[in-house]
């Protein structure tokens, strides 16, 4: 009877190891290691980035297109060529650009559209084109998404540790390329104005003996709307300030080339929003002065001015497109634009090849970037209708 106990109790015994190995339920036991892939030669096989795989993807669509259509305008549509040429060079895609100025363009596109044609794909110009016509119009699709590239999307790349981003929306429709410094908006005849420390303020050029010395490009000019909102906003400035530089100084107003020679001539001492309208006679050895040398009163600037990018809607190559604008943002990419330009640029890891050296920006200066000042886009128009009306109302 014994013996026949001590044999189911082994029998139950073995059923019951039975039943945990087949059901795994041993906590302690260890799980066979998955192989690694490896290659025919036994060698790991290697980790494929996924963005390697896009990038090639994309590259390949922009290429069955065969070409990027752009309007590349201001500083870098004028020496675009080496820029054209590289892009070219490394993807086997044809760049076609349109030229002229903004304010044609405008209207070249939008009778285009209106008849059904769609043409652009990458638009690089001014602030006040796209935040005044394209983007209420309806012309232009938000950049921020097209933009892949993890080099490009590194923050640590650019200035101020952000991306560039510019205008409403957070900024999804403009990406800014540059942006030059200004300690003061500025430019002199530097026989007439032997020492500039004499201007500490803006509200100096108010004193008597510079009454009928000056010469200002337009401020109605589109070219001219970015930087008004710091006058006007300014405390210390602000329209009190702007009605009296402009109506109580006997002020001269000329464009661009004539404000040059009439400041190079001697015919004026100093030139107000002379932009980069005196650099290349300064170059050629006038006595003229194009950077001011130290902030006044009111503080320094900087701006992106004529040189922000943006992404047209119903782009006709828009692979092409992503491909340019993420190529464009590359390290070498922004280098050729900025020896093209000569606009400091944004990206903070490349040299300022080319840069004017009163244009780049100084370590320790408190720059006002209007341009990425929340709602400053809205500002420009009003600015301008300020101006005009205080022009209007002086008979100018």
Request: aromatic content about 8%; charged content about 15%; glycine content about 10%.
């Amino acid at each position: 009877m014994l013996r026949k106990r001590m044999t189911v109790l082994v029998l139950l015994t073995a059923i019951i190891g039975l039943l945990v190995a087949a059901c795994g339920s041993d906590p302690t036991a260890t799980p066979a290691p998955t192989p690694t892939p490896t290659t025919p030669a036994g060698e790991p096989t290697p980790t494929v980035d996924p963005f390697v795989a896009q990038w090639a993807e994309l590259v390949a669509a922009a290429q069955a297109e065969g070409e990027v259509q752009t309007f590349i305008c201001c500083g870098l549509g004028r020496a675009l060529n080496d820029v054209i040429a590289a892009f070219e060079a490394k993807y086997d895609v044809k760049v076609v650009n349109s030229t002229g100025g903004s304010d044609q363009q405008v209207t070249k596109v939008q009778a285009e559209r209106s008849a059904g044609q769609f043409t652009i794909d990458v638009w690089v110009g001014g602030l006040a084109t796209v935040t005044d016509i394209l983007i209420p119009e309806g012309m232009v699709d938000p950049i921020k998404p097209l933009i892949i590239d993890p080099d490009v999307l590194d923050a640590s790349n650019w200035y101020t540790g952000s991306l560039p981003f510019l205008g409403p929306d957070d900024g999804a429709y403009i990406f800014g390329l540059s942006a030059n410094a200004t300690l003061a908006n500025l430019g002199y005849n530097t026989e007439l104005l032997a020492d500039p420390n004499v201007i500490q303020s803006y509200q100096d050029l108010l004193k008597p003996e510079y009454n009928g010395k000056m010469v200002m490009q337009d401020p109605r000019f589109p070219g001219m709307a970015n930087g008004l909102p710091f006058y006007l906003n300014n405390p210390d400035l602000g329209e009190a300030f702007m009605r009296s530089l402009i109506t109580e100084t006997n002020m001269s107003f000329l464009e661009a080339r004539p404000l040059a020679e009439a400041i190079a001539q001697g015919k004026y001492t100093l030139c107000i929003f002379c932009g980069r309208a005196l650099g290349s006679i300064k170059r050629d050895g006038a006595p003229v002065q194009d950077n001011f040398p130290h902030a006044l009163a009111e503080g320094a600037t900087i701006g992106v001015g004529g040189e922000s990018m943006y992404y047209v809607n119903r782009a006709p190559h828009p692979a092409a497109a992503q491909l340019f604008i993420n190529w464009l943002l590359s390290a070498e990419g922004m280098l050729l634009a900025q020896q093209a330009s000569g606009g400091d640029s944004l990206r903070v890891d490349v040299p300022n090849d080319g840069v004017d050296e009163g244009d780049i920006r100084q370590e320790g200066v408190d720059y006002y970037w209007a341009e990425v000042v929340p709602g400053f886009t809205d500002q420009i128009s009003p600015a301008q209708a300020l101006m005009r009306n205080i022009m209007d109302e002086a008979g100018l």
